[in-house]
């Protein structure tokens, strides 16, 4: 599998937009752990491999085990999430899976219960934002960095 072409050079103007909603999701008030759990889940279930790479290794700088790491793809099963960190992967899941899941009340209600209403549409935009990237870079074929 080779890179099909390299959007970022492709397409400055939209790599530009992008990044500004990066820069406003940087300087909102949600956690960077939150954040990185958000990226790298939505980034498993869109089967992402740069991505997914990516995250995780964000994650392990921050100080994250990676036995806790290795567990988010079966966050239901595991006990090492708190109830906010199990709320937002099942909000991810639910955002990331919209045509199918149709976000229901139940996981709504369970996110409702952590948040703000403003830190809610944050992190909402910030889901919405990492499937972006995940369709920009599985559809172009972006391959991850595997030297240490």
Known sequence: MSVRIDFHDSSPEAMKALLGVESYLENTSLDTKIMGLVKLRASQINGCAYCVNMHYGELKKIGIPDAQLNLVVAWKESLCFSDKER?????????????????????????????????????????GQINLWNRLAVSFRLQPNLKA
Do not use: C, G, M, R
């Open 87 to 127: 709320a937002v992967l099942a909000w991810t899941e639910s955002v990331t899976l919209v045509s199918e899941t149709h976000s229901p009340d139940e996981v709504y209600e369970l996110v409702e219960e952590q948040f703000s209403k403003k830190d809610l549409v944050d992190l909402t935009i910030l889901i």
